[in-house]
Every structure is written in C-alpha cells, then in structure tokens.
C-alpha cells in the first residue's frame, strides 16, 4: 500500500529503562524461614513465632538429645567393637530431622536417611531398636540381616531407606499412590541430601509424585558434604529449592538448625499436600559436623569451618538458649529431662547388649514366603 | 480449540476362556484379576487408553478408570520404585515395560529394593513386572533383550517365562497373586502366533510358579528350554523322530528358583542333556542347568551337557544377521545327533 502513510512507532525515550519482560514461570520458594547469619554479636536462636505449646517445646527438646545421645552411645559401642558396621553421626543436624518429622501425624509416613535418626525417633521407633541393628543382633527388627535404620515398620509409618540414594523418593510415591486408591489421606515425608539430589531415581521419583499431585514433602538437607564431595560438586543450583522449578511444585527454605523453623515449615507443606496441593519441596540448611561415618577423617574439610558451626549454630545450643531466654524451662528442668534420656538409653541398650547374635541358619530364612518357596539352605555338596 | 475428535475405540471385555492366542491369554488374566481383586492394578507406559504397545492392557482403563490403569512419564524407575511402594501400601501392582530391555533403566530398584525387601524387615513386594521379551523379529539391539540372566544371580526376585496361552494365562494370574516380586516375560514372538491359538477353559485356573512342563516325553535325550524355543525344539524333535531320536522337551516355564526335580527327572531318564535358550551362551541360564546336572546327576549322564545359545553379540537388526546370531532348527538338530553319538 504505497499511498498509505507510514506509521510513527511510539516514540523512544531514551534515558528510560526497558521494562524487563514477564518472567516465563514464577519460582515458587518461600524464604520465611530461610537461615540468617549471626551478625552484629547476635546470637542465634530459633523461630520467634510458633504454635508449639510449651509441652511439645519440651518434647521437642527431649528428642533432639535423645537423637544426640543415642548416637554418643552408638559410638561408644562402635569403640568397644560391639557395633559391627560403621556408625553414621547426624551431630549437627538434628534439629532437621526432628523437626520436620514432629510437624506430621502419627498416621502419616516418613522414610529417612542414614542422618535422620531424629525423626525415627520421633515416629516412635525406640532406641534399643536401633541398638540392636547396629550391633547386629537377633532381637533387632531385621534379625541381623541389615543395619542401622534399614528396616521399617508400617504401624508407625517408618519405611527404612536403603544405602542407594534416591530410590525412596519412587517407592514414597508409589506407597501414596496405593493409599489415594485405597482412599486412605496421610502425607509422606521423603527425606534426601544434597548428594542424594544428583541420582535419577530422584528425578524420576519427584517427577513422577508431581506430575499425580502427590501429597509427597521432600525435606532435602543441604549440609554442604555428601561423603567428601561439597555441594558446589553436586548441582550447579545455588539453592536446592531452584529444582523444585523443574517439577512445577513449590518450595521452601528453611533454616535447618532451627528446629521450630524445620516444624512450621513442615507442618505449612503438609496441610499444603494434605489438602490436595501435591508435591512440596523443603531445603533445609544445615551442617554435618562428623564425616561421612566414624572412620572419615574429614581432611577435605577447611579449617576452623567445624569448629563455627559447632560455637556459633549448633541446633540444640540455640533451642536451649531459646527455651531458657523465654523462660520456657529452667535449666534444672532442661536437666531433669536429659537425665531420663539418658536412663532410657541406659536401659534400651542393656536390652540391646543382652540380645544373642542370630543363628547362623536364620541366613536362609526369608528370602521368598517360605511357606511358598522353602528357605535357601547350602546345598548339599558343601555336606560331609 | 481444536476441533479434532477423538478417535472412539472401545476394546471388549476379553471373554472368559475360549479360543485365544498368548497376547488375548494374558489380557484375560490381567482383566479377570482385577475384577476379582480391588488391590490389583496396572501401571505403565501408554497402558491407560493406549492400551500398551502391545494392547496387553486393551480395553482397561475404560473398565478399570484412571485410577487402576496409571499411565507414567518415560520412568522405569519411577515405575518399579512405585509398583513397590503401592506393594508395600497392600496393593498389587502389575507393572509393563514397554519392553524388556528397558527393565535395565529400573534394574536398580528391582535388585536392590523389590528383590530384598522381604529378607531384610519382613516386608514382602507381591508385585508383577512383565513386558515383552525376545529376538527374531527384526528388532534390533535395543528391542530384543531376553533378560533373564540378568536376574537369575538375584535372590528373591522370581523369573516366569510362559510359552503357551494356557500357560501364559495360568501364570500371569499365579503371579499376581504371588507373595513376591515376580518378572514375568512374554516372549513378542509368540503374542500372536497362530500357531499357539488354543482354546482355554472358562473356569479360574492357575499354573503353579517353579513347575516345569514335559511338552514331549521321549527316551533318547532331553532338551530344557523355555519360551520362543520350545517352538524351535519341537521342530527339531519332529525332524530327530524321522532319524529315530527320541527327544524329550522340558519347558522351564519358571527359570527362578528352577524346577531342579523335574530337570534331574528327565536327565536321569534320558542321560542326555541338551539345554537351548535364546540369550548369549556365556553366563546364560544354560551355565546354571549344566551345573546342577553335573552336581547332582553326573553318574546318570552318558554324554557332556550341551548348551545351545544366541553367540556372544549384541541382537543384531538385519535377517541374516539375527538368524546367525539366534541358534536355529537345524542347529539344534545337529547339536542333538552329536549328542546322542557321543
């Protein structure tokens, strides 16, 4: 149309600054509870605002030293070599474990890693339990087939992990799956590390949970070593809540070593996914201050890191400090609590030490229903 | 909008019994099973309104809903690890590879998770995964895998590989109700063989798990074998009469935990033993048969146990390639007129 003026463009204004385009999706995190480093000589505590009474406070508390506790026990045991495998520390980061399993109902399942002892705790599985499995006995819930917290228990909704990282995040998904068919509604708590977050069965188990709207929480504990190799190793994300993009699902972060943080957080995700929300991701910060299990020397580590984070955040350090700064408990009471953890191991271990070792043919039991397939003896060439 | 209607595809209700051939035979166990347990369900690649690669699962997800007929990402993991943990939850997953040779994407969770589940708390996987298996048909190396050597050096995982319509139908239901984990592997050759048509009863049968079958009783030597082989075997039996060799076929139909009673029973009548599978020779089920022969029958043996397998190569694509790699009638013909010369 050559007889058609041309159209001025809107006119250009140079010293203005283009608006940056939309973005092209929102990042869901929340960072309420995200971590804050002491400044100024400020000392850190916990989370003021929370809806804990002062009974579930104490609770609190007393699993978070019993979790301590069981482990200084366990390495105890480890040092007399009564502990036949290796003995893994959560020293550091219990207050992630604790807290987020304490947010859930006693119906609701979790499946926790080698460091989350403080939320097999708090799901109600008792110490000797775990004192058994360590020193592989038979009185222990897998009869001494596996270790550690490899076992689990349906009544108490504990399904033990196994030592391949990220496979639980399916067989989660796949547990909630089956529970939406039966018509059953409890949430699931998967937790995972930042090493763990590198597998493809995580991929595929988050993947999947999203794309069903699955009432799964992923709580992943970013405490900055997966066995030697730091974080910077693992993803290129800053924060492990950027994946939770991938998987259209919200995240959270949340500051590990605050225990009332790791609760809110937790219980806010799951009143997310009890009400059909699906999927949620929860990064929590927080610091492994033993090596990857007892033998680690932890050289890769730089120096006087340990030692900050053991001054200035350790998880129960800063609720204690919080507890007797608002007057919750006295010290005396603090006290009075640690001392009947410490009857309780005393005595759960004495159980544990009591137990005999597994008969040598119990090894065949099990591997199939043995009333359908029968126990897998030696054969009989290995007879005189 | 688009305006563009969705093709209407209703697939029947399978009939109970009647003629069918191996792909129908498993559709109806599938299908049966599910209306006589609320626990069972289907889960899968394209399994929900697809219907399968295969159709296996035809017909459904418009019977069954979303719900019981659940259509996954590309996610074997995702697959075995949910099969698992709905297991756990009470229920009974029948889970589909697309095929078998992408059950190496969820070896992992199968090995580690389903297979040791039971042995280490208590905790049985009464879960089925099943897909399609098997060379010779122009498939190449990533769509032919016979996988069970894979998994036969697994404790607690059962192997079922069925090679007729009744079997496959008897088996399939056997191992959806089977206490464990169970991969149940269907050789593609055989889905729609004509020649494996058969007319199954109407009544709720099934095939016990760990129980060979005798195809062809004979006193001259044994052949063990399984799925698309037993065919192969048959032939050459047919061709072996001719000569004056009575040949025996043993159908494994379960390769774990073998039938070590019915195997030593024909070796022990035959004193020749020949096993034939369609995976490579070396480190194949054929070691194990040979071994057990040689431990627990070597005074009834009048000859070597042979093995007769696919050579040590990937599955090749081209005819000529593959009939090369896969051992063939006359192959097992002259293997046995060796045998029974020795």
């Known amino acids: 149309m050559p007889n058609q003026p041309v159209k001025p463009g809107p006119e250009r204004k140079p010293h203005r600054r283009r608006r940056p385009p939309p973005p092209r999706f929102q990042m869901r995190v929340s960072t309420k509870y995200a971590p804050h480093k002491p400044g100024d000589g400020k000392v850190l505590t916990c989370s003021s605002e929370t809806t804990l009474k002062t009974n579930q406070l104490l609770e609190l508390y007393r699993y978070l030293k019993l979790t301590r506790l069981v482990e200084e026990r366990l390495v105890n045991l480890y040092r007399q070599t009564k502990v036949v495998g290796g003995v893994f520390r959560s020293l550091g980061q219990e207050a992630t474990a604790v807290g987020t399993a304490y947010a859930l109902q006693s119906h609701d399942f979790i499946t926790p890693l080698i460091r989350d002892l403080g939320a097999v705790l708090v799901k109600g599985i008792r110490p000797r339990d775990i004192f058994a499995q360590y020193m592989a006995k038979a009185w222990g819930p897998s009869g001494g087939r596996d270790l550690n917290i490899h076992f689990g228990d349906m009544e108490k909704g504990f399904i033990g992990p196994i030592s391949h990282l990220g496979d639980m995040i399916p067989v989660m998904t796949g547990l909630l799956l089956g529970a939406r068919m039966q018509k059953k509604n409890f949430v699931a708590v998967a937790y995972i590390g930042d090493g763990g977050m590198s597998t493809g069965a995580f991929h595929e188990g988050l993947n999947f949970a999203s794309v069903q709207r699955l009432p799964l929480i992923v709580v992943a504990e970013y405490n900055h070593y997966a066995y030697s190799t730091p974080t910077s190793l693992q993803t290129a994300c800053r924060d492990l809540a950027e994946k939770a993009a991938g998987y259209g699902i919200p995240a959270h972060i949340v500051d590990g070593n605050d225990v009332i943080g790791c609760y809110e957080v937790t219980k806010h995700a799951a009143e997310f996914a009890r009400g059909g929300g699906g999927a949620v991701l929860i990064e929590a910060k927080t610091y492994r201050r033993k090596g990857h299990a007892e033998h680690d020397d932890q050289r890769y580590v730089a120096e006087g890191e340990i030692q900050w984070w053991e001054t200035h955040n350790d998880p129960i350090d800063r609720f204690e400090k919080y507890l007797l700064g608002r007057k919750i408990a006295t010290k005396e009471e603090l006290d009075e609590i640690v001392a009947d953890v410490v009857r309780e191991i005393d005595e759960d271990c004495a159980w544990a030490e009591s137990s005999p070792m597994p008969e040598a043919e119990q090894a065949a039991y099990r591997v199939y229903d043995n009333s359908v397939v029968p126990p897998a003896f030696r054969p009989k060439v290995l007879e005189n | ?342």
């Open chain 2, 1 to 342: 909008m688009s305006t563009a209607v969705k093709k209407e595809h209703k697939a029947a209700r399978p009939e109970r019994g009647g003629p069918a051939t191996l792909v129908e035979a498993i559709r109806q166990g599938i299908w049966e099973e599910m209306e006589r347990d609320p626990t069972v369900f289907v889960i899968g690649e394209d399994v929900g309104a697809y219907g399968g690669a295969f159709k296996v699962t035809d017909g459904l997800f418009d019977e069954f809903g979303k719900d019981r007929v659940v259509d996954t990402p590309i996610s074997e993991g995702a697959i075995v690890g949910a099969a698992c943990g709905a297991a756990l939850m009470g229920m009974r997953p029948v889970a589909e590879f697309q095929f078998i040779d992408f059950i190496s994407a969820g070896f992992d969770l199968l090995t580690n998770y389903a297979a040791k589940c039971r042995y280490r708390w208590g905790a049985g996987i009464p879960a089925v995964f099943r897909g399609p298996c098997g060379s010779g048909v122009r498939s190449g190396p990533f769509h032919s895998l016979n996988a069970e050597s894979f998994f036969l050096n697994t404790a607690g995982l059962k192997i079922v590989e069925p090679s007729t319509a009744y079997d496959a139908k008897g088996l399939i239901k056997a191992a959806i109700r089977d206490p464990d984990p169970v991969l149940f592997f269907e050789h593609k050759k055989l889905y729609r063989l004509p020649r494996l048509r058969e007319e199954l009863p109407s009544d709720d049968y099934i095939v016990e798990i760990g129980k060979a079958r005798v195809v062809r009783e004979g006193r001259d030597l044994s052949i063990i074998t399984f799925g698309a082989m037993v065919l192969t075997a048959l032939d050459a039996a047919e061709e072996l009469e001719k000569e004056g060799l009575d040949v025996e076929i043993l159908d494994l139909r379960t390769l774990s935990p073998l039938d070590k009673a019915s195997i030593l029973g024909s070796v022990k009548k035959t004193s020749r033993a020949m096993v034939l599978h369609e995976a490579s020779r070396t480190g194949g089920i054929g070691g194990e048969i040979a071994a057990l022969i040689a431990e627990e029958a070597f005074e009834w043996l009048d000859a070597p146990v042979i093995r007769v397998a696919s050579i040590d190569t990937p599955v090749p694509y081209s005819p000529p390639l593959e009939d090369y790699y896969l051992p063939q009638t006359g192959d097992v013909v002259s293997a046995a007129r060796k045998l029974a010369a020795y």
